[in-house]
C-alpha cells in the first residue's frame, strides 16, 4: 500500500503556496536562486535585470527574483552553472518517511526502551542531526549537551493546530534515538532545518552546515534535483565540512534508481533500507548507494504527544542512516578518526549490487 502521490503534492502545495513543481518533478521554492556568497559579485550582471533583492547570509546568498518576469529560475540556474557559478534553485528537502511511494503508515506507539550501557570511551564523539528538531526524552534530556541547545531545538508538533502530530513531527527527536541506541555516549547537535510535515529547503541546509563542528553528520532528508545533478551550492557546503566529517544520508523513498541528493554525492555515505535482508520495497536503491541498514519496524525515542509516550516503530531510509552513523560514532569513541570508523562500518559485510555494504544494526 502507497500514499496516493499527487493528492500528497496537492497538499503539500496548498500548505507551501510558494512552492512549485518543475518540469522534471522537483520542487522549489518560487522566485528564489541560491548563490554561494563568494559568486554573488560575478553574478551580479547576469541577475540584475531579473532580481528584486539579495539576502546575504552564513554560506549562501538568496538571491528573490522579480515574480512580474516570470523567470524560469531553473533556465536562469542552468545559464549560471554554464558561466562556472556555483549557483542553483532553492529545492525543497523533505524527511524520508512518508512521501510519494514511501511507507504508507504513520510512525506507531512503541514500549518504553533503555540504551544500551556505553562502552568504554577513548573521546568524545558529536554526532550533528540535520531534521525537524530535538525534543527531551529520557535517554537523553539529563545530559549536559541537550541543556544547551533544548530551548532553541524543540520539535513542531502541531503546526495546523488540528489537534493531531504533523505528519513527520517527531522525526529528528527519533532519528537521534537511532543514533544513540549505537552510540550510547555520542553528544548529538541538533539542528532544526524542516517542520512538523518535513518540508525544509536547501537554504536552511546550506545555513546549517556552515561553521558547524562534528565529527558525524546525518541528513534523513534530500530531494530529487531539477536536472538530476548535485546541487553545487549544497555541495560545496558539505565540502567545507572538510574531510574530518564524516556525512551519511538517507538514500530517499521513492524506489527507484534516480540519484537522490544529498545522499548521492561522492563524499557522502548514501544509505538504503533493509527489510530483513532484502531491499525494502520502497528504498532507492543504484550505483550511487554505498550502503543498507534496516529500515522497516526500526523503534525509537519519540515525542510525547496524541498518544505517543516518548517511543516510537517508524520505517524509512531516515532510519537507517542514522543507524550507520551511530556505529561509526561507536568506533570514533574508541579512538578511531571518523574516516576509519567509516571505513571499518562499510567493510563489516558483504555487498550487493545497487545496495552496497549489507550492514547488520
Request: hydrophobic letters at 45%; one cysteine or more; aromatic letters at 6%.
Amino acid at each position: 500500500m502507497t500514499f496516493d502521490g499527487d493528492a500528497r503534492i496537492e497538499r503539500l502545495l496548498a500548505r507551501h503556496p510558494d512552492v512549485r513543481m518543475v518540469a522534471s518533478g522537483a520542487l522549489v521554492r518560487a522566485d528564489q536562486l541560491l548563490v554561494a556568497d563568494g559568486d554573488l559579485e560575478r553574478a551580479g550582471g547576469l541577475l540584475r535585470a531579473w532580481s528584486t533583492g539579495a539576502e546575504p547570509g552564513p554560506g549562501v546568498t538568496r538571491v528573490r527574483l522579480d515574480p512580474a518576469r516570470r523567470v524560469d529560475v531553473c533556465e536562469l540556474a542552468a545559464l549560471a552553472r554554464a558561466r562556472g557559478l556555483t549557483a542553483g534553485p532553492n529545492h525543497l528537502v523533505h524527511t524520508q518517511p512518508m512521501w510519494w511511494t514511501g511507507p504508507a503508515e504513520r510512525p506507531r506507539p512503541a514500549r518504553p526502551s533503555r540504551l544500551p550501557p556505553p562502552g568504554p570511551t577513548r573521546r568524545d564523539v558529536t554526532v550533528a542531526v540535520l531534521d525537524t528538531g530535538l525534543d527531551p526524552h529520557p535517554w537523553y534530556e539529563k545530559s549536559d549537551w541537550f541543556a544547551a541547545q533544548r530551548d532553541t531545538v524543540g520539535e513542531v508538533l502541531d503546526a495546523d493546530l488540528d489537534h493531531d502530530l504533523d505528519g513527520q513531527a517527531g522525526h529528528g527527536t527519533f532519528v537521534a534515538g537511532v543514533v544513540l541506541r549505537h552510540a550510547p555516549s555520542a553528544r548529538i547537535t541538533a539542528r532544526r532545518v524542516a517542520g512538523g510535515d518535513g518540508v525544509g529547503d536547501e537554504l536552511a541546509v546550506v545555513r546549517a552546515l556552515d561553521g558547524l563542528t562534528a565529527d558525524i553528520v546525518n541528513l534523513s532528508l534530500g530531494c530529487h534535483t531539477y536536472d538530476d545533478r548535485p546541487s553545487p551550492v549544497l555541495q560545496r557546503a558539505i565540502a567545507g565540512l572538510g574531510r574530518g566529517t564524516v556525512v551519511t544520508a538517507c538514500a530517499g523513498n521513492t524506489a527507484t534508481d534516480r540519484p537522490f541528493w544529498p545522499a548521492a554525492l561522492k563524499q557522502v555515505l548514501a544509505v538504503g533500507a533493509l527489510d530483513g535482508m532484502e531491499r525494502a520495497y520502497f528504498s532507492n536503491y543504484g550505483w550511487w548507494v554505498d550502503a543498507c541498514a534496516q529500515g522497516v519496524a526500526v523503534e525509537s525515542s519519540f515525542v510525547r504527544f496524541a498518544g505517543f509516550e516518548g517511543y516510537a516503530a517508524w520505517s524509512g531510509t531516515s532510519f537507517a542512516a542514522p543507524a550507520v552513523a551511530g556505529m561509526i560514532a561507536a568506533h570514533v569513541a574508541s579512538g578511531t578518526s571518523p574516516a576509519d570508523a567509516a571505513d571499518l562500518v562499510m567493510a563489516s559485510g558483504p555487498t550487493r549490487p545497487d545496495l552496497g555494504t549489507i550492514i547488520r544494526t
